[in-house]
């Protein structure tokens, strides 16, 4: 993949990843708005969809698709942060069909709803359970910068602050 593949998407964050840690070539973050447009420039590029998981941490749930072109060989993940309130992605079970049972099973564990999923009904967990229980408690989150490596970054919006140096005291961003 190149970087160009998301041209035209408003993207948060584009960064090479260090496969030989991350098993990852690509991490790109975007706004929940450009989700549908970046999984139809992966079909369309043939990569395919390994999975989709959550990771419950301070700034809200982040959702991440994993995707594998294997004529290249290529992984790339697309990762995109929800409120804890307003925990609400669109399905991508339109592009990629078995996406439907990865969106079920994300919102078994993590109470995350895919609107547009055809079948939005419990995948693993009993139908009456109301808990989600891979949900932390708001104390036992940690934050995404301590849990996931940056990479070496192509561009990034302004917008996007996860990785923005803290700031120096006075106000004063840090420069890096």
Known sequence: MSAALFDGIDVDYLAK???AKTGLHWTVFLPAGELLAAVTALYKAEYTLEDITAIDAKEGYL???RFENMAAPERTALRVLVPHDAAELPSIASVFQGAEWHERETF???GIVFPGNPNPVPLVLPHDMTE???QKAEGARVSLV???PP???VRSSPRFTLYAPPPA???ETASV
């Open 17 to 19: 990843s260090d496969y």
């Open 63 to 65: 959702v991440t698709y």
């Open 108 to 110: 078994d564990f993590y």
């Open 132 to 134: 989600h229980p891979l």
């Open 146 to 148: 301590d849990m996931i």
């Open 151 to 153: 990479g070496e970054m």
């Open 169 to 171: 005291e006075g106000g």
